[in-house]
């Protein structure tokens, strides 16, 4: 399974438009928020891919919840943006969270800084902004139990 992760693209539909095109036959497609509601125009594009998204502290009046939980492929998933955890300020209450829920695996957004990390068992993945310069999303696949994480980049419009 192909999950591709992707947070603060703030209207950047041109940087979503080039991750989607380059992984078509992705899965899932997780947006961890401050969309601006780009994500619809993507959903139109590729209707057979799963969606999973959430608020963020930029998307004003938004009916997306704060925090989904999902499981797929064997592995229990959440996804906030993570204004909401104070992720700017450490990623305790983050974690916190993620245990009570009993995940694998949290996604999160909001720093603009990506990262993929484990901690105290808990899989953490950051994709990053997908917008302006710099944009970056992560890849998850997933098979025979295993979890392979990558945080990719865009750069003048190609992969680096």
Known sequence: MKIIVVSDSHGSSASLKKIMKMHQNADVVVHCGDSR?????IKM?????TYYE???NCDWGSTLPLTVTFELDGFKYMATHGHTYSVKFGLGQ????????????????????ACDEVYE???LINPGSCGGMGASFAIVETKDGQM?????HLKNGLFK
């Open 37 to 41: 509601g780009e994500m619809e125009e």
């Open 45 to 49: 594009l590729y209707p057979d891919i």
């Open 54 to 56: 959430v608020a963020g």
């Open 94 to 113: 983050l974690c916190y969270a993620a245990q009570e829920a009993g995940v694998d695996c949290v996604f999160f957004g909001h720093t603009h800084y």
């Open 121 to 123: 068992g808990i899989h």
């Open 148 to 152: 392979l994480t990558n945080i990719a």
